[in-house]
């Protein structure tokens, strides 16, 4: 999947699930593609860095912590972009969850 691909397919995605969970919140359209941009810029730059940073833990915990680092992704950008936010970091943890699953599923279809 191209990266412009990408992008219009987690805007959907976050479009979709602030329609489906209470506690994720998103102003507009405008705002979903905004942040599905930064998310996907903070995935580029920022991602890498904390993967090695973290890789001790993500060894002992056999890989779990690659969904935290998602969740904090989520989080940072939820902290950039004003009118995308979440309740609690369980929820972004939840999001960057199903963001990840559906964006493998699109890779692999």
């Given at each position: 999947?191209?990266?412009?691909?990408?992008?219009?397919?987690?805007?959907?995605?976050?479009?979709?699930?602030?329609?489906f969970?209470?506690?994720?919140?998103?102003?507009?359209?405008?705002?979903?593609?905004?942040?599905?941009?930064?998310?996907?810029?903070?995935?580029?730059?920022?991602?890498?860095?904390?993967?090695?940073?973290?890789?001790?833990?993500?060894?002992?915990?056999?890989?779990?912590?690659?969904?935290?680092?998602?969740?904090?992704?989520?989080?940072?950008?939820?902290?950039?972009?004003?009118?995308?936010?979440?309740?609690?970091?369980?929820?972004?943890?939840?999001?960057?969850?199903?963001?990840?699953?559906?964006?493998a599923?699109?890779?692999?279809?």
């Amino acid at each position: 999947m191209k990266w412009w691909q990408r992008i219009l397919a987690n805007t959907l995605i976050f479009l979709a699930l602030a329609g489906f969970l209470q506690g994720f919140q998103i102003d507009s359209w405008v705002t979903a593609l905004v942040a599905a941009v930064v998310f996907g810029v903070l995935n580029v730059i920022v991602k890498p860095l904390l993967v090695i940073l973290s890789l001790p833990i993500t060894v002992m915990t056999l890989g779990l912590f690659y969904f935290i680092i998602n969740g904090l992704m989520l989080w940072f950008t939820a902290a950039l972009v004003s009118g995308f936010a979440f309740s609690s970091f369980t929820l972004a943890l939840i999001v960057a969850l199903v963001v990840s699953g559906l964006n493998a599923y699109f890779n692999n279809a």
